[in-house]
């Protein structure tokens, strides 16, 4: 049996960064798949340390908390900088996704098409700090901390996917980010994760087609 076991609903939503990350780093993992129906009976929820999902098992370890599972993966993989400064600035990026992250999420479920425009005139806004970073590391032709893939990547990849599909053309303004997500996403083993039905055929939010 894989050693880790992610239970989340049907979609990429917050697990599609430690998806990719596993997948990346070579692991096997098992799904256990929760529906709107079976998760609103209750118990599951209720067994949830906040109520919430993502769970995710590493052998006899149970976690909950999206950023706090990919900050273990990070340990567990050596993800998370070489030494104490770029482990700080790899904390740093994966804050700033999850603040854009939250945006969007609000976006996707609450009123959606009334905040889209608003959304996509601000969103520049909220890219401009990545493409900063990238543009501070080695001209932007590495990973967006040092020299070597952290958790961040592929929590801000994931992220950046994501908007090229709810707003087409959006990182045509950002070279560096446009090649950055071209270059990490033929990574030969994400690349084939990426190809595969079970993240091409999982809808990115939930609560829409998308």
Same mark, same amino acid.
């Given at each position: 049996?894989?050693?880790?076991?992610?239970?989340?609903?049907?979609?990429?939503?917050?697990?599609?960064?430690?998806?990719?990350?596993?997948?990346?780093?070579?692991?096997?993992?098992?799904?256990?798949?929760?529906?709107?129906?079976?998760?609103?009976?209750?118990?599951?929820?209720?067994?949830?340390?906040?109520?919430?999902?993502?769970?995710?098992?590493?052998?006899?370890?149970?976690?909950?908390?999206?950023?706090?599972?990919?900050?273990?993966?990070?340990?567990?993989?050596?993800?998370?900088?070489?030494?104490?400064?770029?482990?700080?600035?790899?904390?740093?990026?994966?804050?700033?996704?999850?603040?854009?992250?939250?945006?969007?999420?609000?976006?996707?479920?609450? =009123?959606?098409?009334?905040?889209?425009?608003?959304?996509?005139?601000?969103? +520049? &806004?909220? %890219?401009?700090? *990545?493409?900063? $970073? @990238?543009?501070?590391?080695?001209?932007?032709?590495?990973?967006?901390?040092?020299?070597?893939?952290?958790?961040?990547?592929? =929590?801000?990849?994931?992220?950046?996917?994501?908007?090229?599909?709810?707003? +087409? &053309?959006? %990182?045509?303004? *950002?070279?560096? $980010? @446009?090649?950055?997500?071209?270059?990490?996403?033929?990574?030969?083993?994400?690349?084939?994760?990426?190809?595969?039905?079970?993240?091409?055929?999982?809808?990115?939010?939930?609560?829409?087609?998308?």
């Amino acid at each position: 049996m894989p050693p880790y076991t992610i239970v989340y609903f049907p979609t990429r939503g917050r697990c599609e960064a430690m998806r990719m990350l596993l997948a990346d780093q070579g692991q096997s993992w098992k799904e256990e798949v929760v529906t709107k129906e079976s998760w609103l009976q209750g118990p599951l929820k209720a067994s949830c340390l906040y109520g919430q999902l993502p769970k995710f098992q590493d052998g006899d370890l149970i976690l909950y908390q999206s950023n706090a599972i990919l900050r273990h993966l990070g340990r567990s993989f050596g993800l998370y900088g070489k030494e104490q400064r770029e482990a700080a600035l790899v904390d740093m990026v994966n804050d700033g996704v999850e603040d854009l992250r939250r945006h969007c999420s609000h976006l996707i479920h609450h =009123n959606h098409e009334e905040d889209k425009a608003q959304y996509v005139q601000e969103l +520049p &806004g909220h %890219l401009k700090p *990545f493409e900063t $970073l @990238l543009s501070q590391n080695q001209g932007g032709q590495a990973f967006i901390v040092g020299d070597q893939i952290s958790f961040a990547d592929y =929590n801000l990849l994931d992220l950046l996917r994501s908007h090229q599909v709810l707003v +087409p &053309g959006c %990182l045509d303004s *950002f070279p560096l $980010l @446009l090649a950055y997500v071209a270059r990490l996403s033929a990574r030969p083993k994400l690349q084939a994760f990426l190809a595969s039905p079970e993240h091409v055929n999982r809808p990115i939010f939930g609560s829409r087609k998308i």
